[in-house]
């Protein structure tokens, strides 16, 4: 029969590993915390327009116009199957001395679109902006070129930057809007880009308009599926819409 000091020491050990066994099942209850960067997309893509604006303006003037013909989704690159520059041409905006100017107002535009509609839809209405916006203005050009109402060298026409994109992500802000604000938003920037095509007189205006509506119509595909969340905005987020306007009214009458 065991003495009553090792009876005292059994339990002792014995309540000393359940305390310990508890712990280390408390602690692996906790959830892993991992790190994740904020606002992927918007950082990423404002990262990649940074490296080659740097480059761009590295090298000389001719040099730089041949990078840019070369990556411009013109009537000449597409017809000759250059695909890519639908991509490539989505990451030339100039020099660094360009980029100074454009990319805090994109980033706020960015960064309020992915706050709002989070990094796959931001993606996806971008990229239905900048290539849908392409492919039907290079269909027009090249119907106007063939009935020859305009010359031939519109073919060789520099086209790169994020513009369409950009102009498709404000449309599809009327999903996020207060309601009262919708029409007025969609009203406003429709004459607003009207009237900068009446005025302006290129391919790229018409582009811009068509960009616009191409975002209108995938904001409220938004609505009606319900994909986003009807809140109201944080202070953070008007000043952010604040210079996502000031972008967009610059690319449309600039």
């Known amino acids: 029969m065991p003495s009553q000091t090792e009876v005292d020491m059994v339990t002792a050990t014995t309540s000393v590993d359940r305390v310990s066994t508890d712990h280390v099942s408390v602690e692996s209850d906790k959830p892993s915390r991992r ?7 918007t950082l990423g893509y404002l990262a990649g327009l940074v490296v080659v604006a740097v480059a761009l303006s590295a090298l000389s003037e001719s040099a730089q116009t041949g990078v ?3 990556t411009s989704t013109n009537l000449h690159n597409l017809l000759h199957g250059h695909i890519s520059t639908l991509f490539a ?12 100017t454009i990319l805090p107002l994109l980033a706020c535009l960015l960064a309020l679109a992915e706050l709002r509609f989070g990094s796959g839809q931001l993606v996806r209405i971008f990229l239905a902006g900048h290539i849908g916006a392409t492919l039907l203005v290079a269909v027009g050009l090249w119907i106007a070129v063939t009935a020859e109402w305009m010359p031939q060298s519109i073919g060789w026409a520099e086209d790169v ?12 802000l009327v999903a996020v809007l207060p309601r009262p604000w919708r029409i007025a938003w969609i009203v406003g920037w429709f004459v607003v880009a009207v009237e900068g095509a009446v005025v302006g007189q290129t391919f790229t205006n018409v582009g811009h308009l068509l960009s616009l509506l191409i975002g209108v ?3 409220y595909t938004l609505l009606r599926t ?7 905005f944080t ?8 210079g996502a306007t000031v972008l967009a ?3 449309l009458l600039g």
């Open 35 to 41: 790190w994740r960067l904020p606002l992927p997309v």
């Open 68 to 70: 840019i013909l070369h």
């Open 89 to 100: 041409s989505a990451f030339v905006i100039g020099d660094a001395a360009v980029a100074l």
């Open 161 to 172: 930057g994020i513009s369409y994109g950009a102009m498709a992500v404000l449309g599809a």
């Open 217 to 219: 119509a995938a904001g």
């Open 226 to 232: 319900r994909q986003v969340a009807r809140r109201g």
């Open 235 to 242: 202070k953070v987020e008007w000043l952010l819409l604040l």
């Open 249 to 251: 009214a610059g690319l």
